[in-house]
């Protein structure tokens, strides 16, 4: 979402706040680690709000922005090495790159955002094979 940051309005993508977001990651990582946890990252899913009232879609929707922030999880992880893995929620809610209601079947989401209840109950077997592997 757009965020005022250093007195003005920002947004992913743009140079400066990445660089905040990258540290304030970083740090959060740091932090999660400092005494030798494991750090699992989850990747965000593409969402859909709504349209705007002028018909257009949200920023903080934009695929691009999603994109951005997700390659920059990938980044710090891989920048830390060991200890840090990747969730991927963003392409198990969203396998073919791009927002959907529905997954295998399944209507995972409720308004664009959110999942079902019976999107959670279809996502909870992965999450905690993921979440099992994560810890082994």
Do not use: C
Request: glycine share 12%; proline share 5%.
């Amino acid at each position: 979402m757009d965020r005022e940051h250093d007195g003005r309005w920002t947004h992913i993508g743009e140079k400066t706040f990445d660089a905040y977001l990258r540290a304030q990651l970083d740090r959060a990582v740091d932090t999660a680690a400092a005494r030798g946890a494991r750090v699992l990252l989850s990747t965000e899913p593409y969402n859909h709000r709504g349209e705007r009232p002028d018909g257009g879609v949200w920023p903080e929707d934009r695929p691009e922005r999603v994109d951005r922030w997700n390659r920059m999880l990938r980044q710090v992880a891989a920048a830390k090495g060991r200890g840090v893995e990747i969730l991927d929620l963003g392409r198990r809610l969203g396998p073919k790159g791009a927002f959907t209601w529905q997954v295998d079947g399944v209507r995972v989401r409720s308004d664009g955002v959110h999942l079902t209840p019976e999107g959670a109950r279809w996502l909870q077997p992965w999450l905690t094979s993921q979440l099992k592997g994560a810890a082994r």
